[in-house]
């Protein structure tokens, strides 16, 4: 198993030239070639969710992806969302709303939730409700992860209207 | 807005997997494939001829290693039953340690760890607690020991009853499951003599001891590290042979050693919970009042004794009474290994298993007498006059002394809350027209605040930062924040400024840890004496500086400053702390530095209790249960941080939900494990969970505490079973239907077969 490919992922803007199996999953290039731990391994069979990054702008299971497959495509990561100590609106939701608790499961959710608003931004409540149960949260009992999506996607929605 | 949440949103947290040293190896576990066999050989040839394998060790590497002990609740007797580092001549669960695989990189330990071959003679498994007990070994019982807890005249009072009143109850097999599986880093400083083990969690200064004892060293020699923690729940953080493992092959191989468990390990090594039958009856007057209650409890506790030795049988037979006076009472709870993984706690361990049947006995004590179910609780519910109210029972080395509680008052508020009798008249409404809908009702009394000590160290630095040091560890509920904001109010400073430590022991000679609702109880009175030392220190000096008598000053925003007037001279905490520098011309004698010390002392733990009500929907087809509403009343005591206890609350239920409707470990009839995936054992997602109402009270503060504190974690788990039951009930509209958790889906279509056939 020493053939090794090199690949490029581009994570958050930040390119990383690194030479992988053929077999190594995605998340485990990002945390551990590429040493961006904030995206967590819950259960590598695509289930939990809480490996979930953004893949052109797409929600990823990245358990369930190759980094072969990701090579030259864009890719972001929890650590993309804040602009230096300033929390986007999201992660201020998730803090406004006690949407975390151990917080081991909170990048997916921001990643599948940011995923999902940059393409359906007109999303209903209902409809955010079956996104969201795509992932798993074991402390909180989801309904402050229900309340932050649905505060930011209200924000989003006005801030368009207006 | 909680201090925990900012490096967690941004992915700056440091979680087990996260923490990772140079020249590291990695861990491989090689399990068992059998639940109960002879262990004839193990051949690991294969394994070593790969390159960058550096070692698979088997039993025989650490002979002289000796099993983990016990924490809590030991009793005698038990020692031969508990679990080695690895399988030795025998294996006797799926996912018992046989050999481990230590490895340049994880991808390679695995490969490497398929190639240990194990010949293994099976051997017939015990799947049964409930039978007659089999053979651990030679000379040993399948039943270690049975937990014996009695008050009263309890045949007198079967004797005279007027009615007796019988129930075989289960509970599933289900367990915490954290998103974060286990893992521990182990490294060994060898300028310094000094070994770390990080990944460590929940008691990480009695594991230090105890991995010192175990590998012979001296406990100052070994220091344990808590990072983040991805939740608890009562499983993490107690020592596993894999935290033991890393520890030894540090010391021996001179290298870092990193563990991380996949998600298979998790469901099958990681302690399970809850299995439970028992089978109860009470005696009852003509007016549903109990006289006593006896119950004959088989606990399922899997392979061997692990650290919590007889902890959830002695808390399920103890607190089992719950909320109701209950004159004669005795229950035997027959500790029973199976060829399973190994049992330990899981979030209001052993209520959530008594609740469930002390309240299941109510509702069948009304069934059968034709009274309502909430009469039958009114009738029987201690009164707050009564209290303090000593059980005649003991359990985790206290006496049962129930501090403080209205519970006919809660009840009381939960009903009006829900509107009852409106909503019970709208279900009927809805029965009336074939939908399968109905609503339950459960009463618990939980416990908190276990001592029997705890430590806080309390410092103040010359640029006024504040430290709090704290034996105590987290795992996820929000610690810092609320031990800041405690210290904040006693200390006057702002809690944002305060800085938690937790989770060291090289930092702090004691602690306890985080296990039964312990923290905010603990922790939080002893920061409170700590801060307040603190304050009087401070106050102290600065009246010297400021030439103004104590009693005129306050502490305000960090801020010495007189209390009586709104301007004038004042002196910062950290002008203070440089005033108190050991070379400092003002210290005029004192110790130096501005710090403080905070014991706290408890020899008994306290009551919080509460109410749910479940309001439940069968669909006829699919035979599932939807629970379309959900209240959660509970009295506290004292809140502290009003929205870390919801979120405490609905955090559990939706534990409590999974046990009840979904969560179950099942097994075939060879003990090989069905529910290794999260496709096979299912946790409730966004979807199952309900609105959950929160009704937080503060009417009966603990008098055991100055503050009136009792612990939150557990009360939103405890009664799910017990109300979610009674509703699906009376959906079905048979009384006393659900004598089985989780209630799935192919339970649920027998029942209602049967119901159909009535």
Redesign the interface.
């Known amino acids: 198993?020493s053939e090794r490919d090199e690949i490029t992922l581009t994570i958050n803007g930040k390119r990383h030239a690194i030479r992988v199996?053929p077999?190594?999953t995605l998340v485990d290039a990002i945390?551990e070639d590429c040493g961006?731990?904030?995206?967590?391994?819950?259960?590598?069979?695509g289930?939990?969710g809480?490996c979930t990054v953004l893949v052109d702008g797409a929600p990823v299971r990245s358990c369930l992806m190759f980094a072969v497959q990701a090579h030259g495509k864009e890719i972001r990561?929890?650590?993309g969302?804040?602009k230096g100590d300033e929390?986007n609106a999201l992660?201020r939701a998730?803090?406004?709303n006690?949407g975390?608790?151990?917080?081991?499961?909170?990048?997916g959710f921001?990643m599948l939730i940011t995923g999902v608003l940059e393409r359906e931004p007109d999303i209903t409540d209902e409809e955010l409700?079956?996104v969201?149960?795509?992932?798993?949260?074991?402390?909180?009992?989801?309904?402050?992860?229900?309340k932050a999506a649905r505060a930011v996607a209200g924000e989003m929605r006005q801030r368009r209207t207006a | 807005?909680?201090l925990?949440?900012?490096?967690?949103?941004?992915?700056?947290?440091r979680?087990a997997?996260?923490i990772s040293f140079p020249q590291q190896l990695h861990m491989r576990i090689v399990r068992s494939n059998f639940a109960h066999g002879k262990l004839r050989a193990i051949d690991a040839d294969a394994a070593l001829a790969l390159p960058g394998v550096q070692a698979v060790w088997t039993a025989a590497d650490v002979a002289d290693i000796p099993p983990i002990d016990f924490r809590l609740s030991r009793i005698e007797g038990l020692e031969p039953y508990r679990q080695r580092l690895f399988a030795d001549g025998f294996v006797r669960y799926v996912g018992e340690p046989v050999a481990a695989v230590f490895a340049d990189d994880p991808?390679?330990a695995e490969?490497a760890a398929e190639l240990v071959a194990l010949d293994i003679e099976e051997l017939p498994a015990i799947l049964q607690a409930d039978e007659a007990p089999g053979e651990f070994e030679p000379g040993r019982s399948t039943e270690p020991a049975i937990v014996r807890k009695s008050y009263g005249e309890v045949d007198a009072a079967f004797r005279s009853a007027h009615a007796i009143v019988e129930a075989t109850l289960s509970i599933g097999r289900h367990s915490?499951?954290?998103?974060?599986?286990r893992g521990a880093i182990a490294r060994y400083d060898a300028a310094r003599d000094v070994l770390e083990l990080h990944g460590a969690a929940k008691v990480p200064h009695w594991n230090r001891d105890q991995i010192a004892r175990m590998l012979g060293r001296g406990a100052s020699s070994v220091h344990l590290f808590e990072g983040?923690?991805?939740?608890?729940?009562g499983i993490r953080g107690e020592i596993y042979p894999e935290d033991v493992l890393v520890c030894v092959a540090a010391l021996r191989m001179q290298r870092p050693i990193k563990w991380i468990e996949?998600?298979r390990e998790h469901l099958i090594a990681a302690n399970h919970s809850r299995q439970q039958q028992h089978r109860v009856r009470a005696a009852v007057d003509r007016d549903g009042r109990i006289l006593a209650i006896e119950d004959e409890i088989f606990h399922d506790q899997g392979a061997y004794m692990r650290t919590h030795a007889v902890t959830v049988p002695d808390l399920a037979a103890a607190m089992l009474p719950g909320p109701y006076r209950i004159p004669a009472y005795r229950a035997n709870a027959h500790v029973r290994l199976t060829n399973k993984t190994p049992c330990g706690t899981y979030r209001a361990p052993g209520r959530f298993e008594s609740t469930f049947v002390r309240e299941r006995l109510v509702d069948a004590i009304a069934a059968r007498l034709d009274l309502e179910p909430v009469e039958v609780r009114r009738r029987n519910l201690i009164a707050s006059h009564e209290m303090p109210y000593a059980r005649q029972l003991d359990t985790l080395g206290t006496e049962i002394v129930l501090d403080s509680g209205d519970y006919a008052g809660l009840l009381d508020k939960a009903l009006a809350a829900v509107e009852w009798e409106k909503l019970r008249k709208t279900l009927a409404a809805r029965k009336a027209t074939g939908e399968l809908v109905g609503a339950g009702v459960a009463l618990f009394v939980e416990k908190s605040g276990l001592g029997p000590f705890d430590q806080v160290k309390i410092a103040v630095d010359t640029d006024g930062n504040v430290e709090v040091v704290s034996g105590s560890a987290s795992?996820?509920?929000?610690i810092e924040t609320v031990i800041a904001q405690i210290c904040a109010d006693a200390l006057g400073v702002d809690y944002r400024k305060i800085r938690v430590t937790h989770g060291r022991t090289d930092r702090i000679e004691y602690g306890l840890g985080a296990f039964a609702s312990r923290v905010t109880v603990m922790t939080g009175e002893a920061t409170r004496i700590a801060a307040s030392a603190l304050k009087a220190k401070a106050i102290e000096v600065a009246s010297e500086l400021l030439q103004t008598p104590a009693e005129l000053l306050d502490v305000i925003d960090g801020e010495v400053v007189r209390s009586d007037a709104a301007a004038g001279p004042s002196v910062s905490l950290g002008a203070i702390a440089r005033a108190l520098l050991p070379g400092s011309p003002l210290r005029h004698g004192r110790p130096p530095g501005l710090s403080a010390e905070g014991w706290f002392h408890s020899n008994h733990m306290n009551y919080p209790y509460g109410v749910h009500i479940a309001v439940t929907r069968i669909d006829k087809d699919t035979g599932a249960v939807a629970i379309e509403r959900y209240l959660v009343a509970y009295d506290v005591g004292k809140a502290v941080n009003p929205?870390?206890i919801?979120?405490q609350i609905?955090?559990?239920?939706?534990?409590g939900i999974g046990g009840t409707l979904l969560e179950e470990f099942l097994y075939d009839e060879r003990g090989e494990p069905l529910s290794v995936?999260?496709?096979d054992y299912l946790?409730?997602?966004?979807?199952e969970?309900p609105?959950?109402d929160v009704l937080i009270c503060e009417d009966a503060p603990s008098p055991l505490n100055p503050m009136g504190l009792k612990g939150a974690g557990e009360g939103?788990a405890n009664a799910v079973g017990a109300a979610v039951a009674a509703a699906v009930d009376d959906a079905l509209g048979v009384k006393g239907a659900v004598t089985e958790l989780p209630i799935t889906p192919q339970r649920l279509k027998r029942l209602l077969r049967s119901a159909h056939e009535l």
């Open positions: 198993m199996e077999r190594r945390r961006q731990t904030g995206t967590h391994i819950g259960c590598e069979h289930v939990c809480a990561t929890v650590e969302l804040a929390l992660q998730f803090m406004e006690h975390l608790q151990c917080g081991f499961c909170t990048p921001l409700i079956d969201l149960s795509s992932n798993l949260c074991r402390c909180t009992g989801y309904q402050n992860i229900v | 807005m909680r925990e949440d900012r490096p967690l949103l941004t992915g700056r947290g979680f997997a996260d991808y390679l490969d915490g499951v954290p998103l974060e599986t983040h923690v991805g939740g608890g729940f996949d998600r795992v996820g509920q929000g929205m870390l919801e979120g609905v955090g559990g239920c939706a534990q995936t999260f496709a946790m409730p997602t966004v979807r969970m609105p959950v939103g």
